[in-house]
């Protein structure tokens, strides 16, 4: 006899068993589930610390600024920066440039476009290694003026003013000269006095214009200028060197009055950046490619400048003999792919054309290596004789 609660028993664990495959499975899609989750949370978390531009500060905000200029970069890579800097900083930046620069970078943060993560990285890393080697500027030149002895410094400034007008108004701005003192308050003045021998004073105002003489006179007690006109008067003749280096010491002493706060600042300090004469420094458009394209390379997965490019670029550099682009372009092509032939070629033509025939014979020896090119190679041999080679 077949015992039916037996069967029903055997039935229940049937019935149990798929519950634990039901239970297992759901327990398996679970885990799926969370390890999806946590590989998103990694990759966000990737992307949250990637944080471009964080070393744009103050202090080197106007660099870039310049950088941008003297490379007359695009419009649309200069609004990516921006976006990515804090409001004020981005604000400034914008105001540093001429109006048509702002207008154009305007209309680029209108549009909407989608720029990958590589992209980004590449002009990151290209600010972050060139912002910090940008020099010069208004701001080079008025420093150097400044450290400069009094007469090299008029002699500068006489030439700004009758040849290079538009320069010298920028100057003017930020850099400090004795006669700036005519537009100071009287209380500055009557600090600045105090800091400052009697000596140095007459010297200062010796065959200064009497509207000078009189800034520094009503500010000063009557005995105090006696003091100072019998000392103008008994120092005989003196040459021009004499006043300009009193008038260099007042100067310097109202530089650190006002970095100690003790007067008012009167150095305008110019918000603008002024570009001279950039010429073409670095106008082609091959360089700005490499933004547009950035591929990666299958067996590595490294970022990697498209070569077919750069190779594009340099051969055309080599046409029109600008030899010291082409030969840039030329060691970095042969630098990420030493064996392309080609390349070594060009090369070798391109530190022949600048006569540096050591360097030439290199890449030629090894542009027949990779070829065996027995023209080449006789050609070669001939030059290396006539090198003593």
């Given amino acids: 006899e077949v015992n039916i609660e037996d069967k029903r028993g055997e039935g229940g664990g049937e019935g149990e068993g798929e519950e634990e495959q039901k239970q297992e499975s759901h327990q398996q899609i679970d885990m799926n589930f969370l390890q999806k ?3 998103k949370e990694e990759e966000d978390e990737s992307m949250k610390k990637f944080e471009p531009f964080t070393y744009i500060n103050e202090e080197n905000l106007k660099r870039l600024i310049y950088l941008f200029l003297i490379r007359k970069e695009d419009p649309w890579v200069i609004a990516i920066v921006l976006s990515y800097l804090k409001p004020e900083l981005a604000r400034q930046a914008l105001s540093m440039f001429p109006v048509e620069i702002q207008a154009k970078v305007a209309l680029e943060s209108l549009r909407v476009r989608q720029a990958s993560k590589e992209q980004i990285e590449a002009i990151d890393n290209d600010i972050k290694n060139n912002v910090d080697f940008v020099m010069g500027g208004i701001e080079q030149l ?6 400069a002895d009094a007469q090299t410094k008029k002699n500068i400034i006489e030439y700004l003013k009758t040849q290079k007008p538009d320069i010298y108004e920028k100057i003017k701005k930020v850099l400090l000269t004795f006669e700036d003192i005519l537009s100071f308050a009287d209380k500055d003045v009557q600090t600045i006095i105090r800091s400052v021998s009697s000596e140095d004073v007459a010297r200062a105002l010796k065959n200064a214009d009497p509207q000078m003489q009189e800034k520094f ?21 003196l040459n021009q060197q004499q ?9 310097d002493n109202i530089k650190a ?23 073409d420094i670095s106008a082609d458009e091959e360089r700005k490619k490499r933004f547009a394209k950035i591929t990666k390379q299958e067996n590595t997965g490294e970022k990697n400048i498209n070569l077919e490019e750069y190779m594009q670029a340099a051969v055309n550099f080599f046409n029109q003999n600008d030899f010291n682009s082409a030969l840039q372009y030329f060691e970095y092509i042969v630098g990420a792919d030493p064996n392309n032939a080609a390349a070594w070629q060009y090369l070798g033509s391109t530190y022949y054309s600048l006569n540096r025939m050591d360097d030439s014979v290199s890449a030629y020896e090894k542009y027949v290596e990779l070829t065996n090119d027995q023209q080449t190679a006789a050609w070669l ?4 004789k006539q090198l003593g080679k």
Wanted: aromatic share 6%.
């Fill in 37 to 39: 989750e946590e590989e």
């Fill in 257 to 279: 009055l006002e970095a100690e706060g003790k007067i008012s600042s009167y150095r305008r300090s110019d918000e603008g950046v002024y570009i001279v004469d950039i010429g």
């Fill in 243 to 251: 006043i300009d280096e009193a008038q260099m010491k007042i100067l």
């Fill in 381 to 384: 041999n001939d030059i290396k």
């Fill in 142 to 147: 008025t420093k150097m003026l400044e450290d």
């Fill in 217 to 237: 006179f009503k500010n000063m007690s009557q005995g105090a200028v006696n003091t100072v006109k019998e000392i103008m008067e008994y120092a005989g003749d």
